[in-house]
Structure formats: structure tokens, C-alpha cells
């Protein structure tokens, strides 16, 4: 709609200006016809154009230098459609503006007046034409272009919208067949991996020759690897849910960074790579506990995954009055552009520049679907310095926070209780 606004903009404007430039040349025309009627008393001559002058009002003046002092110049209206009067002071304001101007013809935007000069040697004659007669032909012309032009931006727009929902509709039931899919096949396949998983267990205790009992031993494995894509399956078939289903209360930031950190310090110094935190304290934010726990355990898990043998992962939460910044960041091989873009997509992982590593590439467009349900922000950044994840999210004062924490006055107490969410 926006386009086919722009199209009917485009062509009312050059319709406009094709007007207007009809118009000027109308009136322009009209000038040179009636200053070429060289009769004094202005009896018109044949051929002259009577629709413009019926719709333009002009007015012809011949204008003469006389010898007496008093006077020194004669003027005399010799005809047209526009009552002035010859002795007027309007007209030698009018005749002495024109003269000083150096063009022949040109504009009196000051009386709305178009003019043409002629010097005829012993007398000069000048013609007039109302330019405001113009601007009203231009709006009577546009005014009907306009009005049509609003109708049928109206009628296309009711046109597109019901187009819209008749594409749309088989789409969207499509896409909502796919995402039950999702949810009932990750459902079902929940039963048989843990009654494969059971029996796994079973027969690793047994006495088993020691084939067997590494074949064992890869069932257990692959099921293990399989349960873990299917309860991701499931995370990502509720995102779309996750706003409904999310708990939103006030807590502190800090405390579950510092938790998180403390999850995955050992894993992290099993891995080579010390995790180092400088977290700001009692950074309060409202959000889902549970969920910010497992963005959190994204954010690192990913970290330890694909930061560089030896070198430390950073943690660090920073606020001010307007929000919290978490940044996890790793060094290792920077991220190409390319690639730095498509991080989020789901299944999509950036393995010709971070290596071949565990995972299905869900794990973080879960975190960026967390960080949308609490209306923050998550990017990567990525250089030869290191790969940085940072999440933003809102904050609120702790004044505010106290203050909304704060027990109820008995008057409020005797009120109806809410429930902020």
C-alpha cells in the first residue's frame, strides 16, 4: 500500500505540475494576444483566444512620458475583464514596480499580478493577468484528482486486505499443523527414549562380554544425545507460548549470575578455560527466574563449548538506571560476518570457523527467545579480540522496586488485592 501510495503521489504530482505549467502558458499566452491589439481603445482583435480571456482576468494599460512636470506620466487603461481605474494609485504603484523591474515579463507576487512588458517607442504598453484566477483553476482541477485518488487508496486497501488473509490463511494453518507436529512428535518420542534408556542401564549392569558391553554403552550414548534434541524439540514447539506461560516477578539479576557461574566453574576449569565474573550487586529486573536461568546456561554452556583451550570466559553484568548489560564472552577464532548473522537461526551452526562440536544448533535461538518474551535484547559481536554474546535487558529503579515491594497500608489492606504481573 505504501508503494501504490507512492505511485498515485508520484502521478497526482506530475498531473499538478503539468497543470500548473497549462495554466502559466494559458495566461502567458493570453498576454502577448491581447498587448499585440494595437488599437488604442482596445476593440480586440479576431483570433484572440475568448475561453482565456473569459476565465483570466487581464487588463491592458498604455503609459506615455508627458512634458508637464506635474503629471509625468499619462496612463490609460485600454481594456480587458479587470475593473481599475485609470487615475487609481494602485495602477502607478503597479506601472512604476514594473518598469524598475529589468525582465520584460515576469511576476508581481505582491499583487498577484503576471505582466509583459513592450516599449513602443513614444508609449510603452503593458498587460496584466490575475494569477490568482490560476491557483483557483488548479484547485478546482486537483480537488476531483485528489478526492478519486483517496478513493481508491481506500478500495485498494480493502482489496489487499482481503487478498491478504485469503493467501495467508492456508499458510498459516500449515505452519500451525507444523508446529503441533513438533510438539506431539517430541511428545512421543519422549516414552520409547526412556524405555531404550531403562533397558540400556539394565544391560550395562549385566555381566557382559566386553563388545556387547560397548554397544551398550553407544545406545545409552546416542539415546542420551537423542533425549537432549527432543526435550529442545519440545523447548522451541512452546516458545511461541512462552510470553503466556512466563512468570514475570522482581529479582535479582546478580544473584543468578553469580549462581550460574558457580554451576559452571567446574565444567569450565575441566575444560581449560577459567571462568572469570565481575558482576555489579543487587541488579534487580523483572523477568521469569527459571527462564533467565537457562539463558544464562546458554550463554555459558555455549562459551565453554567453543572458547579457545587455555583462555579464560569473562561474565560480567553491568546496570544503570535504565538497564542491565550481560556480556559472556570467549577468545577464539573470530566469527565471519556472514555467519555472525545466522547464529540465531534454529539448527544453524557456525562450524567451518568454531570447530565441530556437540549440539543442534538450538540452543541459542531458545536464549533469543527468552530474551523477546522479556522485551530485551540479545546479540553476538565477534573480532580478533573475542566472541562476545550481550544481553540487554530493562531494569527497574530500586527505589520504584522497594516502593512496590512494600507491605500495604491498612487502607490498601481493607482493598481488593492485585496481582502484578
Given at each position: ?293 537457562q539463558l544464562l546456561a546458554i ?87 573475542s566472541t562476545r554474546f550481550i ?31
Amino acid at each position: 500500500m505504501l508503494l501504490v501510495m507512492a505511485v498515485l503521489l508520484f502521478v497526482l504530482a506530475g498531473i499538478y505540475t503539468s497543470t500548473q505549467v497549462s495554466v502559466q502558458r494559458l495566461s502567458e499566452t493570453l498576454l502577448h494576444q491581447v498587448i499585440d491589439d494595437r488599437s488604442f481603445y482596445g476593440s480586440s482583435r479576431p483570433g484572440l483566444d475568448r475561453g482565456a480571456m473569459a476565465l483570466l482576468p487581464y487588463f491592458t494599460v498604455t503609459a506615455w512620458e508627458t512634458a508637464e512636470e506635474e503629471e509625468g506620466l499619462s496612463v490609460y487603461v485600454t481594456g480587458g475583464t479587470y475593473e481599475i481605474d485609470d487615475d487609481s494609485e494602485e495602477l502607478r504603484t503597479l506601472l512604476e514596480e514594473c518598469m524598475r523591474l529589468p525582465e520584460r515579463s515576469g511576476m508581481l507576487k505582491s499583487h498577484s499580478l503576471r505582466y509583459l512588458r513592450e516599449d513602443r517607442g513614444l508609449y510603452t504598453r503593458f498587460a496584466f493577468v490575475d494569477t490568482s484566477m490560476e491557483q483557483t483553476l488548479l484547485r478546482l482541477i486537483m480537488v476531483p484528482y485528489l478526492f478519486t485518488a483517496a478513493i481508491a487508496l481506500v478500495v485498494l486497501l480493502l482489496i489487499s486486505l482481503l487478498l491478504s488473509y485469503l493467501v495467508t490463511r492456508p499458510v498459516e494453518k500449515s505452519w500451525r499443523q507444523q508446529r503441533q507436529f513438533l510438539s506431539d512428535a517430541s511428545h512421543e518420542l519422549k516414552t520409547p527414549l526412556t524405555v531404550i534408556l531403562s533397558n540400556a542401564e539394565l544391560l550395562s549392569r549385566s555381566a557382559l562380554p566386553e563388545k556387547e558391553t560397548r554397544w551398550v554403552g553407544n545406545i545409552r550414548s546416542e539415546s542420551e544425545s537423542m533425549r537432549s534434541l527432543v526435550e529442545q524439540m519440545l523447548t522451541l514447539a512452546r516458545a511461541d507460548n512462552m510470553v503466556s506461560t512466563a512468570v514475570m516477578e522482581e529479582l535479582d539479576l546478580s544473584e543468578l549470575a553469580e549462581e550460574s557461574v558457580m554451576a559452571f566453574e567446574a565444567l569450565a576449569f575441566e575444560a581449560g578455560k577459567p571462568l572469570i565474573d565481575e558482576i555489579a550487586p543487587d541488579v534487580r529486573v523483572s523477568g521469569d527466574g527459571k527462564q533467565l536461568r537457562q539463558l544464562l546456561a546458554i550463554l555459558l554452556d555455549n562459551a565453554v563449548k567453543y572458547g579457545a583451550d587455555g583462555r579464560p570466559i569473562r561474565l560480567t553484568l553491568t546496570a544503570d538506571e535504565r538497564a542491565a548489560r550481560l556480556t559472556v564472552a570467549n577468545q577464539g577464532t573470530p566469527i565471519p560476518p556472514k555467519q555472525l548473522k545466522r547464529l540465531f537461526e534454529r539448527f544453524y551452526r557456525a562450524d567451518d570457523s568454531r570447530g565441530e562440536k556437540e549440539g543442534f544448533g538450538l540452543g541459542l535461538p531458545i536464549a533469543l527467545t527468552i530474551a523477546k518474551t522479556h522485551k530485551a535484547a540479545l546479540k553476538a559481536e565477534s573480532d580478533e579480540r573475542s566472541t562476545r554474546f550481550i544481553f540487554t535487558i530493562p531494569r527497574r529503579s530500586g527505589a520504584r522496586a522497594k516502593k512496590e515491594s512494600a507491605p500495604a497500608s491498612a487502607s490498601e489492606q481493607d482493598e481488593t488485592p492485585c496481582t502484578e504481573t
